[in-house]
């Protein structure tokens, strides 16, 4: 298959990379780094991104920022980020994706465990990710032409433990491989309408 990951060059990409490229052709996309470079906040820059990709079997998506912000000093404003970035820039890459897709292709998108498990400083990452996830739900029951579409969910990464552990007090972090194997499942498997836990 033809496997384009957006976020390809991230903690969460480079396993969904080692998982899948021994069986796949695999198109690395970052802001900055990769094959390809994309915004993923910006709907033109998605579109010019699979004019040069061509048609492909499956995307996945790694990519998706959000602030951590203290709820007493949270305002639209930082919110406004996770809901341009990690939510619109995601849901672009499924509504722009299929125009280049393949018949019963697959997308993948990525949310995380603070939809269920909050944490301070983390409810635009609850609102995003539990966004994304009723929106997997949704668009699974309407894609056509065999189209799949599921949203992985990891906890937080051992490899991520450096940068966010101090967030994650008592989570079990999960190791970059685990991770990787649900996005294996999700791309190579028949799943569809799927959150895919990883904790
Ligand atoms: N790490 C964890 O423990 C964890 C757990 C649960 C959920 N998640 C979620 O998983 C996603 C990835 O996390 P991560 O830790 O792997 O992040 P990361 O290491 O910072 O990697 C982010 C990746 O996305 C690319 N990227 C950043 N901004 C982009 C944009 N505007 N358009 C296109 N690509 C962009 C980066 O490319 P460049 O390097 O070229 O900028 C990089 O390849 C996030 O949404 C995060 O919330 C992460």
């Known amino acids: 298959m033809k496997i384009v990951v957006i976020g390809a060059t991230g903690t969460v990409g480079k396993a969904v990379v080692e998982a899948l490229r021994d069986r796949n052709e695999i198109i690395k996309v970052g802001s900055k780094s990769g094959d390809h470079q994309v915004d993923i906040k910006d709907a033109g820059s998605i579109r010019k991104l699979f004019e040069k990709t061509g048609r492909f079997d499956a995307l996945v998506s790694t990519a998706g920022k959000v602030y951590f912000v203290d709820f007493a000093a949270l305002t639209e404003k930082e919110v406004q980020v996770g809901l341009r970035d990690k939510l619109m820039g995601q849901v672009n890459l499924v509504l722009i994706g299929r125009d280049f897709i393949n018949d019963n292709g697959s997308f993948t998108l990525t949310s995380g465990v603070l939809t269920h498990d909050p ?81």
Do not use: M
């Open 119 to 199: 944490i301070r400083f983390g409810a635009c990452a609850s609102l995003v990710n539990g966004a994304l996830e009723a929106f997997v739900r949704a668009a699974a029951i309407e894609l056509p032409r065999g189209l799949r579409i599921n949203v992985v969910s990891p906890g937080v990464l051992v490899e991520s433990l450096p940068t966010y552990g101090d967030y994650f007090r008592g989570h079990e972090a999960v190791p970059a491989k685990r991770v990787g194997s649900a996005y294996l499942k999700a791309v190579e498997g028949r799943l569809t309408g799927q959150i895919l836990s990883v904790l």
